[in-house]
């Protein structure tokens, strides 16, 4: 497996693919996040951004190869362990980006609740905002496995699926994404830095069975 991640991201490092969902997040946070912002409301933000991000990544990396290299990974290494090492790709560049993108915002907002009335520590914010982050891009990833190949081949059905299914993933109610996103939102109006176990915990189990799904198809599928 380990060699299989390695592949798929040099494959999709050099594609240059990543950049468009990249540049989108890093202008979505920059319209969106101000430097001086209450530190728990922006990583809130900054989290719910980055589910749709983690979808496109998927939907990337699922299709980066040509048919003729597919098929031969998936020959070598069997149809269901290639499309998981693509899922897994996706969700280590989500993660990585989301990392970085916590860590900038703790760092430029301001350690305060709404109103600059409480003191949040960053410290405390940043072990807040890490989980959130780690919700949305595993639910993220989850969308992207559901809504592309080989679950959806067409692109005009595909594209739409994604889309819907990262707002609903971000604002149905008992989505751990929407319960992670709106503990910060909650917290920032208090003062108190959330620090929830149940949102990952429910993301993890909710992913692992999409990119089981995923995998079954894509071998009951593959000649």
Do not use: K, N
């Amino acid at each position: 497996m380990t060699a299989l991640l390695r592949y798929q991201a040099d494959l999709l490092l050099r594609s240059h693919r990543w950049l468009p969902p990249v540049i989108l997040y890093a202008a979505f946070l920059g319209v969106g996040v101000q430097s001086g912002q209450p530190v728990l409301g922006s990583l809130g933000y900054t989290a719910a951004g980055l589910l749709p991000v983690a979808a496109w990544l998927v939907r990337i990396c699922v299709t980066a190869e040509p048919p003729a290299a597919r098929a031969c990974v998936a020959a070598a290494r069997g149809p269901a362990r290639a499309h998981l090492a693509c899922l897994l790709t996706a969700l280590l560049v989500a993660v990585l980006l989301g990392l970085v993108a916590t860590v900038v915002v703790t760092l430029i907002s301001d350690p305060m609740s709404d109103g600059h009335r409480v003191p949040v520590p960053r410290l405390r914010a940043a072990a807040a905002g890490l989980p959130a982050a780690l919700v949305c891009a595993l639910l993220g990833t989850a969308v992207g496995a559901l809504t592309s190949r080989p679950v959806l081949r067409s692109r005009g059905r595909a594209v739409p699926a994604l889309l819907l299914g990262a707002l609903l993933a971000v604002v149905s109610a008992g989505s751990p994404a929407q319960a992670a996103v709106s503990a910060l939102v909650t917290g920032s109006r208090t003062g108190r830095a959330p620090v929830p176990l149940l949102p990952p915990a429910g993301a993890v189990l909710l992913t692992a069975a999409a990119f089981a799904a995923a995998g079954r198809l894509v071998a009951r599928r593959s000649p």
